[in-house]
């Protein structure tokens, strides 16, 4: 069973330079810094075909900082094939 966190104050303590290490050690690639440098554009190839992306908020005090980060735990979710708890 894949367990999904939807509460907005657990996810408002995801340290985003600990979510970017964790995507730089399985093989994501940064493309891309925009809006400033507030948001990182990440992306993967897996099996040489399916390609997914993650916009990644560096800045917690975002008004949708949980509702970013929550996109991202999901694709993370789907290409890892594992669940959040």
Excluded: C
Aim: charge should be negative; charged fraction near 30%; glycine fraction near 4%.
């Amino acid at each position: 069973m894949k367990v999904t966190v939807r509460d907005s104050n657990i996810l408002k303590t995801v340290e985003p330079l600990i979510l970017e290490a964790h995507l730089k050690t399985v093989g994501w690639q940064e493309t891309a810094r925009i809006l400033d440098g507030a948001a990182g554009v990440w992306r993967l190839k897996k099996d040489g075909f399916d390609e997914f992306e993650i916009l990644l908020p560096l800045k917690p005090d975002w008004v949708d900082y949980a509702a970013r980060i929550s996109d991202a735990l999901k694709t993370l979710e789907e290409v890892e094939n594992r669940s959040l708890s």
